[in-house]
């Protein structure tokens, strides 16, 4: 799904520089190619945020709801694996039977599928995958309709290449940066378990604050924008230190409650912290919620509170607006946590965190 309907799966970024003011034509000087000079090579190029077929970049296709709303889409033509494995077996058997042959050595077999690619994929329909992307100009944010970093390094590539601006992440760390003067390796390490953490792992240690603190207090009340609460749910990813993904991660998704399962707790007594769960944010009737991948600041499937306006462009603009409204929050969370790990109260913070995770009933 994209910006404008439905779910969300984005990271945030920010522009550290003023947006041209050619900026839509910056933009179609980059379009999609035709889908006719399409190859078995993928080609990258902008499309509006209408759909992936409308290159027609000017401002007024370009703007939604005072954003910009366009697409990096990918255009490649490819063989379907069946058929192409199906095309293939076909020239071996041929090759063989005109040979006299009773096998097809690998040169040949890599020269058979070349031939059959270029045969065929002129033949096959454009294939078209896209990443939408919202720039928010009053706040320079850049909201990505991506997690990968592979998705996120052809995205943000493309995007100097037609702006020469490149997009910085926002993250945890330039939170504290900004606001705290001071940056991760200079917050203590939230010790869960019975062992020592020398290395930080502030993502996963916001998040174990956040599940502590929603079980415990939830509710924070921000100027301007109200007052929060939020809580943790399961699917739960637990991770020890150094682990990314595999064999050291602990994946809870079913039965009755996993934030209480026995596996749960058994997780958190051996120093593993939550790298991934689902959060959900609350301000009255309004509900945000989708899961946080703590290490990569990055949300997936992230459901918006349901809106009020009934026009199209209001709607998305409505949309953005709640988007910002949970970075805000999320943000208001994190310098509660920083607060609370800094000076002398990092000391009973951390305490408390481990007495509340040693205490919590399991089932």
Not at 34 to 58: N, Y
Not at 108 to 135: D, F, H, N
Not at 155 to 178: C, M, S, V
Not at 342 to 359: E, P, Q, S, V, Y
Request: charged share 25%; net charge negative; with cysteine.
């Amino acid at each position: 799904m994209g910006f404008d309907k439905g779910s969300i799966t984005f990271s945030i970024f920010e522009l550290p520089k003023e947006l041209p003011a050619d900026l839509p034509a910056l933009f179609a000087a980059h379009k999609a190619c035709p889908l006719d000079a399409a190859t078995d090579e993928p080609q990258w190029g902008w499309v509006t945020g209408r759909h992936m077929l409308d290159s027609a970049i000017d401002e007024a296709s370009a703007q939604r709801g005072g954003c910009y709303h366009l697409m990096l889409r990918q255009t490649v033509r490819k063989i379907p694996n069946a058929l192409l494995n199906a095309l293939c077996k076909r020239e071996e058997y041929a090759y063989m039977k005109a040979n006299d042959q009773d096998f097809v050595s690998g040169k040949v077999r890599r020269q058979l599928k070349e031939e059959v690619v270029e045969k065929y994929i002129s033949k096959m329909p454009p294939t078209l995958s896209g990443i939408p992307m919202v720039i928010e100009p009053n706040e320079k944010l850049l909201y990505v309709g991506a997690t990968s970093q592979t998705q996120l390094d052809v995205f943000i590539d493309n995007f100097y290449n037609a702006t020469k601006i490149e997009p910085l992440p926002f993250t945890l760390g330039t939170i504290l940066e900004r606001e705290f003067h001071t940056n991760e390796t200079a917050l203590p390490p939230l010790c869960i378990g019975d062992n020592p953490v020398t290395e930080p792992q502030t993502g996963r240690d916001f998040l174990m604050f956040l599940w502590y603190y929603g079980e415990t207090v939830g509710k924070l009340e921000l100027e301007h924008y109200g007052e929060f609460d939020l809580m943790i749910e399961a699917p739960l990813v637990f991770a020890g230190a150094g682990d990314e993904r595999g064999a050291g991660e602990a994946d809870l998704k079913k039965g009755d409650s996993p934030l209480r399962s026995a596996e749960a707790k058994a997780a958190v007594a051996v120093g593993k912290k939550l790298r991934k769960a689902k959060l959900t944010l609350t301000r009255g009737e309004q509900i945000w919620s989708g899961s946080f991948d703590a290490d990569k600041f990055a949300f997936s499937s992230l459901r918006l509170p349901e809106g009020e306006e009934m026009n199209e462009e209001e709607r998305f603009a409505e949309r953005i607006t709640n988007l910002g409204v949970f970075k805000e929050a999320l943000t208001g969370y994190f310098r509660l946590f920083v607060q609370a790990l800094l000076g002398d109260a990092g000391t009973k913070t951390g305490k408390a965190i481990r007495d509340w995770a040693k205490n919590r009933d399991a089932v």
